[in-house]
């Protein structure tokens, strides 16, 4: 019996647990293989790029992604309703944190690592200020920007927790899930439930549709990371 107790914790710790997802409905789960189920997303006056490639150990494959004085995140091709598919559950690690971060100011807003969800905007939902608003980013960028987002993030600074606004807009909002470096190393389960978060956060239910991007980005400090995603599902 403690043989089979030893196999079934090796087999779970290659392979991942076995019954994971059993009693699931999910949408979608990326094993990260490879990108082809993700394309870029670059920001205005950012010329900088973060990298992001697959790596694998030890037989695993995972997203490996690199900052250097940089900002750009992947975003997945696939939208959902986030009242159909509420939850969202990762695996991720960093190699280290930032020396001098400050999430509330926009000098210091960089994480090493962040995952988070992209609310669309609705222009059939929305006021005639908001929509010149958002017309006007379209004709200047080419698509809508996110109506709203919800942010998971590794902090830098220990102290750190709970809800941070973003300094650079009041329709961004960073959730802190880990802080610190004495994790670093060190793969951590996450999960989070979209609908609760976001209600939490904003104080008022979200929009319907939404896509998940991932980011690594450090222009902000100038400093650099290193980050990876092993895994990332999409589920009721």
Not at 19 to 46: C, M, Q, T
Not at 191 to 206: C, L, R, T, V
């Amino acid at each position: 019996m403690k043989i089979f107790k030893v196999l079934l914790i090796l087999i779970c710790t290659l392979w991942g647990d076995p019954s994971a997802g059993a009693d699931k409905n999910i949408l979608f789960r990326e094993d990260f293989k490879d990108l082809v189920h993700w394309e870029p997303l670059y920001f205005p006056k950012i010329k900088k790029h973060t990298s992001y490639t697959i790596a694998s150990e030890g037989g695993r494959k995972y997203l490996q992604c690199a900052s250097d004085g940089s900002a750009s995140a992947l975003i997945h091709k696939t939208s959902f309703n986030v009242y159909e598919y509420s939850r969202i559950s990762w695996r991720w690690k960093v190699d280290n944190v930032y020396r001098k971060p400050n999430p509330r100011e926009k000098s210091g807003d960089d994480y090493p690592i962040r995952v988070y969800v992209l609310f669309q905007y609705d222009p059939e939902k929305a006021g005639l200020a908001e929509k010149l608003k958002y017309a006007a980013a379209k004709a200047l960028y080419g698509n809508y920007p996110p109506q709203s987002t919800l942010n998971y993030v590794w902090a830098s600074r220990e102290k750190e927790m709970g809800i941070i606004v973003s300094p650079y807009t009041d329709r961004s909002r960073m959730i802190v899930l880990e802080r610190g470096p004495e994790k670093a190393g060190q793969w951590i389960d996450e999960s989070a439930n979209i609908i609760e978060d976001y209600k939490k956060a904003f104080h008022k239910p979200p929009p319907a549709v939404a896509r998940i991007a991932v980011m690594n980005d450090s222009d902000d400090t100038g400093e650099r990371s290193r980050s990876y995603l092993e895994f990332l599902e999409v589920f009721q």
